[in-house]
Structures are given as C-alpha cells and as structure tokens.
C-alpha cells in the first residue's frame, strides 16, 4: 500500500473535517503534494488533506516530465491513450474503490478524525472526483441505495472534462455517463446528454485556466453535467496545471472556504 507523507503541521490537526485529494493522470500523490503546498497552506487552518493514490501504472504527463521526472512511479485513475490496455469495467471501479478506501483507512489510522467534507481532484483526478459525487447522488435519489463512502458536502474540480465515469459496477451506467474503461480522452460530444432533472447538484466549483487549449471541455463540463444553481466557476490565467502563484491560490482559498461554508462543511 502507498504510505504518504505528512508534513509537521499536519500530524497537529487531526480533527479538521477531511478532503480526499485526487491528483491528475500520469503524476501520482506525492507529487500532487507538492503541486498543492500554497493552496493546503492557506487553508491549513480549515481542513486536513488526504491523499489518494491511482490504481494504475501511467506514462507521465508532459508538464511532470520537466519537474518532476524523479518522482515516479506515475499512476492513472483511467485510459487516457488508445494504447493503454483495455480494462474491465467492473476490476476497474473495484480498483479505484479499493484506493479510495486504502487512503481513508490510512488516515484513520493515523489518528484523522474529521468529518469527510469534500474532494479536491486535478485533470483527470477531477474527472474522478466528479464522477464520484454524481455516483453517490444518483446511487441516493434514483436507485434508493447507499453508499459506501460518507456523503461527500462538496467538489473542487481543477479543469476536469466530462463526461463523468460511473463507479457503481452492480448497476447500469445512467444516461449522460461512461463506464470505468472508457478512453478518458476520447471525442464525446455525441454522448446522450444527462437528462435536466438528474444533474449534479451537489455544491461544485470549477476551476478553468484561461492558457488552457481543452478549456472548452472544462467549461462543459459545468454547463452540461451540474446544476446551476449550485455550481459556480474561477477562471485564472494559468495553463493545463496545478496552480500555484500566490495570488491564484488566494483567489481559489476564498472560493473553497465560500463553497464549504454555504455547504455546512465548515
């Protein structure tokens, strides 16, 4: 089992309420650590961060190459190249199950006692956190069945493109959505869209890089996959990455702190 690392100030806030911390394709948690330290510094005093780890062994994002090249193994949360093997979509969701409760029961173990509030994911990370929201409402208000993690109170989704994954592998996949072995990059604008009534409405932000040549996929994903009325967006002037000057990562503390509030998260 991947055994993060914790930085000092971390091992002191053990009751915070939690977010699980999805990191992008082709990086893996260690690395999104270190992506995220401005960002976790301004709100160090609000939440702990728990890291999950992907499933899957991936080739590296471009972008990590230049920085991060040291740091592997890389890991993915699905196929993002027509390359890649094909999967089973029931071997797939359990994996990915299996890595989120890896890291909760981690954290539990290391004296984590918080309420677990929200996600916070990256590129395809934030496809995962999305999917998983969206699993967990449509398992609650269509199918009448509980969930296995604790209902989740927001999403902070860092440029993440539709359409959402389906992570119950006992059930159909919903119309709208794809099933677990899907190229995660593929052409999808043919997809059957999510009825009205049956989008995601727990609270999201979405975060989308003005630099960004898929930010149209980013804003799709708000436009037709969330309500409106509780979704909201950030957009900054950054790249397909992680921000990170400080004035950004001010900008997007203030966000999640307004989301988790009006959300009862904090």
Request: charged content about 25%; hydrophobic content about 40%; aromatic content about 10%.
């Amino acid at each position: 089992m991947f055994r993060p690392t914790y930085d000092s100030e971390e091992e002191a806030n053990y009751h915070l309420p939690r977010i699980l911390m999805f990191h992008g394709g082709g990086t893996n948690s260690r690395i999104f650590r270190a992506q995220t330290r401005v960002l976790r510094r301004l709100l160090r005093p609000y939440f702990r961060f728990v890291f999950v780890e992907a499933p899957y062994v991936s080739y590296p994002g471009s972008d990590v190459v230049k920085v991060f090249q040291d740091m592997g193994p890389f890991k993915g949360w699905l196929r993002w190249r027509e390359e890649d093997c094909y999967r089973d979509h029931v071997e797939a969701t359990q994996r990915i199950h299996d890595a989120i409760e890896a890291a909760m029961v981690e954290d539990d173990m290391r004296g984590g006692e918080g309420e677990w509030v929200g996600v916070l994911g990256f590129s395809q990370g934030a496809k995962l956190a999305a999917s998983l929201l969206y699993t967990q409402q449509y398992q609650a208000e269509v199918l009448g069945k509980p969930s296995q993690w604790p209902r989740f109170k927001f999403g902070i989704l860092l440029q993440g493109r539709a359409p959402f994954v389906w992570l119950d592998a006992e059930e159909e996949v919903p119309t709208g959505l794809v099933d677990a072995t899907a190229l995660s990059t593929a052409d999808y604008s043919n997809l059957a869209p999510i009825p009205q009534g049956r989008k995601l409405h727990i609270p999201t932000l979405h975060v989308h890089g003005l630099q960004d040549p898929n930010i149209q996929l980013h804003r799709a994903l708000l436009k037709n996959n969330c309500d409106g009325k509780t979704a909201r967006s950030l957009e900054l002037d950054v790249a397909h990455r992680v921000p990170i000057k400080s004035a950004d990562c001010t900008a997007l503390a203030q966000e999640v702190l307004a989301i988790a509030r009006k959300s009862n998260a904090i």
